[in-house]
């Protein structure tokens, strides 16, 4: 009964890599999201998609970019990755009148 | 002012208490609102949606008041196991159907 899937759950890299969190979903939903979520600040926006290759900057997308290739999967890619991405990583989609997301993506860069 | 505020709390009842917690949104337009429920490292999940005409689901009750902008949920009877962030959502559908979330309220039921 999965509708959205990280393809990580736990990630290591290190400082200066290029990182690719991915995130699918088979709900044939238009709009993706990804947000981080970090102690006392709540989840917070990084970039959002409401169609094939169409990408709208959230709150915090310094240092992200993103990729929709194809309706079901939504790329978050950290170019050079810092220690202060370190963070849970929570992809969402969504209809009308739902919202699902993904089982979160724990990155630590060291 | 956050489009969507909640208290972040900790809410510390005891077992067996009533607890409610209230989410206020700014967007008027707003028109799909939910309660999520995040246990500790891991992703929100759906607790129950919130409709017009108010809704419950067993020990759970969500209200929407429009003219005011709020949405509540209250909780009865409270169990160990309702530990938990409670987040507000709202869903946007003129701009593209976009999540804002509240900060999300701490609930600790303690024995």
């Known amino acids: 009964d999965v509708k959205v899937t990280q393809s990580s759950r736990y990630l290591v890299k290190r400082t200066g890599e290029k990182v690719f969190l991915e995130c699918v979903q088979d709900?044939?939903?238009?709009?993706m999201f990804w947000y981080r979520q970090d102690p006392g600040l709540g989840l917070r926006l990084i970039y959002f998609s409401y169609d094939v290759k169409m990408k709208e900057k959230g709150d915090i997308p310094e240092g992200y970019s993103v990729s929709r290739e194809k309706k079901e999967r939504f790329s978050l890619i950290l170019e050079s990755a810092s220690t202060n991405q370190t963070s849970m990583y929570l992809c969402a989609s969504t209809a009308y009148s739902e919202a699902f997301f993904g089982q979160g993506t724990r990155l630590t860069v060291v | 002012r956050k489009e969507v505020e909640q208290d972040p709390g900790p809410f510390n009842v005891p077992e067996g208490a009533t607890v409610a917690f209230n989410c206020t949104y700014s967007n008027s337009a707003s028109q799909s609102f939910f309660w999520y429920r995040q246990d500790c490292r891991k992703e929100p999940k759906l607790l129950m949606s919130v409709y017009s005409s108010g809704n419950e689901d067993g020990r759970f009750t969500a209200q929407l008041n429009r003219a005011s902008q709020y949405i509540s949920l209250l909780i009865r009877d409270s169990k160990l196991s309702d530990s938990a962030t409670y987040l507000c959502v709202v869903l946007l559908p003129n701009a593209g159907n976009m999540l804002t979330f509240g900060g999300g309220t701490r609930l600790m039921v303690k024995p």
């Open positions: 709900m044939d939903h238009e709009n």
